[in-house]
């Protein structure tokens, strides 16, 4: 399959979420989520 600009990849939700966890625990200002991939690059979004 080819992904095309715009395209987006839905996992669901994995296990662990924050939610689910005790105690339970959240994304927060100044956090940064990374999405990695081999070949491909790294995605960087800081949280606000």
Do not use: H, K, W
Not at 1 to 28: C, H, K, N
């Amino acid at each position: 399959m080819t992904l095309e600009p715009g395209d987006i990849i839905a996992t669901g939700t994995p296990a662990g979420v924050g939610m689910s966890r005790d105690p339970q625990l959240f994304l927060r200002s100044g956090d940064v989520v990374e999405v990695e991939i081999d070949g491909i690059g790294t995605l960087r979004n800081p949280v606000a």
